[in-house]
């Protein structure tokens, strides 16, 4: 049994941060930062098992969309064969990459055992195919190699895995919802790196004890009795599952007013943000949060929240300047928004 997501105590800018990149997984994925023992993990595994069962080609090691014209090599040889492509129902579910990982166990590689046996090539699919259509969880990302986050940056941005192997060329899906963490005492990410990632924020400990308490009293009820406490918080875990589902299906239909796109642009240009992901990822984090609150356009306090995830990681700073006055710097340019 999985701690439901609902029942998580606090933490809600980084409850929330999880939602939105499933309303819109195009954001780009979500940094935590902050200490350990916080619900990262928790939170990761929980959101995965409150949502839907996800449509797969049966037996495609890559979990292919049928709906979609972004088919592995191996589906795509199935349908030039004229084989129709069954379908079934899978669970998403969360897939860790070691620290320790190599490039080869990231992308994919030849299969030798299988080369040698039969004498043909044949791909081995990596953690990249295992992610697909799932959630990617990175812990302690700052420790990881830089080439690796590479890898994973660049297909969470492409959402395709393209594979050149010993004779071998491979392309298959690479879709998901990439979650990473990282204790900044432990050495910080390139500022290159962090601009990758969509949305960010920042965990700590509950300090209120009254809160505190209530952790400690579902946590024992939940390991006493994982499937009664379960069913307890049901209804809010399916409450939250229609929300997000309804979310997803009215993305689209949510308008942009013009004068929020000058605000965006507006705030971006003041701070002096590099380059503009960061005003794409507030537009499509605004646009999420708007249909998650039932809106049907974006409006001013949508942008304001979707800034505060979208900027805390692409602030710059001066030589020897602290990041709190950027950060006091953005507070009263969304004050005045």
Known sequence: MIFPFTAIVGQEDMKLGLILNVIDPTIGGL????????????????????????????????NCDPSSDGLCTDCQKRIEQGEALDTERKKMRVV???????????????????AIKHGE??????????????FLYVDEVNLLEDHIVDLLLDAAAMGVNYVEREGVSFVHPARFILVGTMNPEEGELRPQLLDRFGLSVKVQS???????AEILKRREEFDLDPEGFSKRWQPQQEELSRRIMEAKGRLSAIKV???VLE??????SQLNVDGHRADIVILKAARALSAFRGKEEVGVEEVRDA?????????????????????EKMEELLSKL
């Open 257 to 259: 007013p013009d004068e």
């Open 307 to 327: 800034a505060r995830f979208s900027l805390g990681h692409r602030l710059k700073r001066l030589p020897f300047e602290e990041i709190g006055a950027e950060r």
């Open 31 to 62: 940094l935590i930062t902050g200490e350990k023992g916080t619900g990262k993990s928790t939170a990761v595994r929980a959101l995965a098992e409150l949502l839907p069962e996800i449509e797969v080609v049966k037996g495609c090691r890559f």
């Open 263 to 268: 605000k965006i642009v507006t705030l971006t």
């Open 121 to 134: 090539k044949r791909f081995e699919p990596g953690i990249l195919a295992d992610a697909n259509r799932n």
């Open 206 to 212: 509950i300090k209120d004890k009254a809160l505190r």
């Open 96 to 114: 860790e990459l070691p620290l320790g990982a190599t490039e080869d166990r990231v992308v994919g590689t030849l299969d030798v055992e299988h």
